[in-house]
């Protein structure tokens, strides 16, 4: 397979403003890109599509753009020259701008995106033997200040449109060769198996385009992955869980990270807002109203703040009665970091506990860090400032 033969996007120039509009300022051609079916349909009959051809349009323009990768309007043969030339005078299919793409010893693929506004966002693909997984942004910077995490002491820039969030899955398939060729034999293998939003950014502080990307990545006819297959990690927009169970379905992962309030509102600063208790009580509804059969709790190792015996035996305790499983993720260290990772010994007996306890406990093995791409490391490289230690220990209160 290979990918199509694409010219990178050029970025307009657009105010710096939450989440920008989905028409471009040169020409005022619209992206079809993060459109949904029905709002697909909505532009093609504002262009002049005839209301009664426009589901039928709508079908055959999907799938050349999520199925077959196609990124010309010329190439869609089935349509009609004077329809694909009247596509081509109001829309564009435009995906992010490839500006470094890094690969590491392991084989994660590391991808610095340049998006409208000049702003850049990071996606990570991460290779495995029987699957492969891209983790995906959802701004540009982070709403929060985890002070673990290196994509959180980035400010917030904006939100990504669905345009961006979907395209970030669009420009793995092309340089991974994924999309099919027409008339050649089918190949059912998946290299982007699995979706996970992971990246920079708090999913549910952008909900609004995260649904609409994932109902996009999700639809049978095109990119065609089903919601057990993506994963939306929060850290605990408590207003926004049941949502995401009703309007999106998809796997859930919290970055829990704590067993007290005192320590997780260290770590985690949104926990002042949403304690430990009240997101408990959410995500208790979460499986049943999601279909999902069970929610990953994530916590990273940090030595000497989170990982005691104690701190294993409360974590089992607050989560009863969940269906769960707990993921350790060793603390994936940048420069500037005010901590450590936890010793291995420490990471396997913590593990052991929660593991006696019922609960599955993998230990994430770091993937992409020589090239900044393991968790937590996102961060654009326009926006490095280096701050010392001391600068990060502070802003977190430590």
Same mark, same amino acid.
């Given at each position: 397979?290979?990918a *199509?033969?694409?010219t990178?996007p050029?970025?307009?120039? $657009?105010?710096d @403003?939450? $989440?920008?509009p /989905?028409?471009?300022p040169e020409?005022?051609?619209?992206?079809?890109v993060?459109l949904t079916?029905d709002?697909?349909r +909505?532009?093609?009959i504002a262009?002049?599509t !005839?209301?009664?051809?426009?589901?039928?349009?709508?079908g055959?323009?999907?799938?050349?753009?999520?199925?077959?990768?196609v990124?010309?309007?010329a190439?869609m043969?089935n349509?009609?020259k004077?329809y694909r030339?009247l596509l081509?005078?109001?829309? @564009?299919?435009e995906?992010p701008? @490839?500006?470094?793409?890094q690969?590491s010893?392991?084989?994660t /693929?590391?991808?610095?995106?340049?998006?409208a506004?000049?702003?850049?966002?990071e996606?990570v693909?991460?290779?495995?033997?029987?699957r492969?997984?891209?983790c995906i942004?959802?701004?540009?910077?982070?709403t929060?200040?985890?002070s673990?995490?290196?994509?959180? $002491?980035?400010?917030?820039?904006r939100?990504?449109? &669905?345009?961006e969030? %979907?395209?970030q899955?669009? %420009? &793995?398939r092309?340089?991974?060769?994924?999309? !099919?060729v027409p008339?050649?034999?089918?190949?059912?293998?998946?290299?982007?198996?699995?979706?996970v939003?992971?990246?920079?950014g708090e999913?549910l502080?952008?909900? +609004?385009?995260?649904?609409?990307a994932?109902k996009?990545?999700?639809?049978?006819e095109?990119?065609?992955l089903? /919601?057990?297959r993506? $994963?939306l990690?929060?850290s605990?927009?408590? !207003?926004?869980?049941?949502?995401?169970?009703?309007?999106?379905?998809c796997?859930?992962?919290i970055?829990?990270?704590?067993t007290t309030?005192? %320590?997780r509102?260290?770590?985690?600063p949104?926990n002042?807002k949403?304690n430990?208790?009240?997101?408990?009580?959410t995500?208790?509804?979460?499986?049943?109203?999601?279909?999902? =059969?069970?929610?990953?709790?994530?916590?990273?190792?940090?030595? +000497?703040v989170?990982?005691?015996?104690?701190d294993?035996?409360?974590? @089992?305790?607050?989560i009863a009665?969940? !269906?769960?499983k707990i993921?350790l993720? *060793?603390?994936?260290?940048? *420069?500037?970091?005010?901590?450590q990772r936890?010793d291995?010994?420490r990471?396997?007996?913590f593990?052991d506990?929660?593991?006696k306890a019922?609960?599955a406990s993998?230990?994430?093995t770091p993937?992409?860090?020589?090239?900044?791409?393991?968790c937590?490391?996102l961060?654009?490289a326009? =926006?490095r400032?280096?701050?010392?230690?001391a600068?990060i220990?502070?802003? &977190?209160?430590l």
């Amino acid at each position: 397979m290979t990918a *199509p033969n694409l010219t990178p996007p050029q970025a307009p120039i $657009t105010q710096d @403003v939450l $989440t920008i509009p /989905r028409k471009l300022p040169e020409g005022g051609k619209a992206n079809l890109v993060g459109l949904t079916r029905d709002q697909l349909r +909505d532009a093609l009959i504002a262009a002049g599509t !005839p209301e009664r051809q426009a589901k039928m349009r709508v079908g055959q323009i999907w799938q050349w753009i999520y199925h077959w990768g196609v990124r010309d309007f010329a190439a869609m043969t089935n349509l009609a020259k004077e329809y694909r030339a009247l596509l081509a005078e109001h829309f @564009v299919i435009e995906v992010p701008e @490839v500006v470094t793409r890094q690969v590491s010893a392991d084989g994660t /693929r590391k991808y610095l995106l340049r998006i409208a506004g000049g702003h850049e966002v990071e996606a990570v693909y991460i290779p495995e033997e029987t699957r492969g997984t891209l983790c995906i942004s959802s701004q540009v910077g982070c709403t929060l200040t985890c002070s673990f995490c290196h994509t959180g $002491t980035q400010k917030l820039v904006r939100n990504l449109t &669905a345009a961006e969030i %979907v395209g970030q899955v669009m %420009v &793995a398939r092309d340089d991974l060769g994924e999309w !099919p060729v027409p008339g050649a034999p089918k190949d059912e293998t998946r290299l982007v198996s699995n979706v996970v939003l992971m990246g920079m950014g708090e999913p549910l502080y952008n909900f +609004d385009n995260v649904r609409d990307a994932m109902k996009v990545v999700m639809d049978g006819e095109g990119i065609s992955l089903s /919601r057990r297959r993506i $994963t939306l990690s929060t850290s605990g927009i408590v !207003p926004e869980i049941a949502k995401t169970a009703e309007e999106i379905g998809c796997l859930l992962a919290i970055s829990f990270h704590a067993t007290t309030d005192e %320590v997780r509102d260290r770590l985690v600063p949104v926990n002042k807002k949403w304690n430990i208790a009240t997101l408990l009580d959410t995500l208790r509804d979460y499986p049943r109203l999601s279909n999902s =059969e069970r929610i990953t709790f994530e916590y990273v190792m940090l030595k +000497d703040v989170n990982d005691s015996d104690a701190d294993a035996k409360r974590l @089992v305790k607050l989560i009863a009665g969940i !269906p769960a499983k707990i993921n350790l993720i *060793p603390f994936n260290e940048w *420069p500037g970091a005010p901590y450590q990772r936890s010793d291995w010994d420490r990471i396997e007996a913590f593990a052991d506990i929660v593991y006696k306890a019922g609960y599955a406990s993998p230990i994430r093995t770091p993937r992409g860090e020589d090239i900044m791409a393991a968790c937590g490391q996102l961060k654009s490289a326009t =926006e490095r400032a280096r701050k010392s230690r001391a600068e990060i220990a502070a802003e &977190a209160g430590l």
